[in-house]
């Protein structure tokens, strides 16, 4: 079965207007891009789009690829004290002489939209309520929502980066989950894909999740983003190892329409105070 993430992120951002209509809350995005990296450019304008649909107001912040990383920060000050932001998104990548980590913990936690900053990864970390890194709540939303048991399901999660795979895994084992998490130093990585109910590859490796390294009826997410020839490919063969999985995610449209779903709903988290 296909994990419809397109259809999923409909339903939700139907909702979510409704509850800004209702609520009648007044939100603000602040979305910083330094460069034209053409792949961010088509992920701000997403975020712009379904943010306007649902009644959130943006602004583009669009930095010459020349910026120094002092007046990027200076920026970042700057929205931080202006109440009517709500919230704020350093869209990555930056160019090489920006450090983007250090630059985007210099956001507050109270208008940190992807939930990258220390004290929203430490209550992540201590299974607090927390602001969730957006893709990382996106995948748990879509398992739940097509009542994929995660509780004491073994999870196999391909990719340690910041932004996925290590949040992910602390995400997974607040719900129960037992969890391994590989990475490029990994040594038989079919061995622990073979043995998962759910894979979860984050990559960046195109095509690296094959049917033979998965088991039948195993649960597989494609996060991966690869650019070949001008389209769009996964970390997941989907031909071949949608023959084998119970569930699995197309790409696109699985996870990515996911996350643009809970950009929106963390920017109500943070105009609520939650």
Known sequence: ????????????????????EKENLKIKLAIIQVGDNEASNIYVKNKEK????VGIKTDIYKLSSDTKEEELINLIDKLNKIKEVTGIILQSPVPKHIDYDK????????KDVDGFTKENIYKLY???????????KGIIVLLKKYNINIDG??????GRGNIVGKPLSLALTNENATVSLLHSHTKD???????????ISACGTPNIITSDMIKDNAVVIDVGVNRINGKIVGDVDFESA????????????????????????????LKRGC
């Open 1 to 20: 079965m296909i994990l419809d993430g397109k259809k999923l992120r409909e339903e939700l951002l139907a909702n979510y207007k409704k509850i800004i």
């Open 50 to 53: 379904y943010c306007n649909m």
């Open 103 to 110: 630059c985007s913990k210099t956001i507050l936690s109270s």
């Open 126 to 136: 201590m299974n607090e309520d927390t602001i969730m890194p957006a893709t990382v």
């Open 153 to 158: 399901s073994n999870v196999v999660i391909i």
């Open 189 to 199: 990585i079919t061995k622990y894909t073979k043995e998962a109910d759910i894979i």
């Open 242 to 269: 949608s023959k084998k999985a119970s569930y699995i995610t197309p790409n696109p449209g699985g996870v990515g329409p996911m996350t643009i779903a809970m950009i929106i709903d963390n920017l109500i988290k």
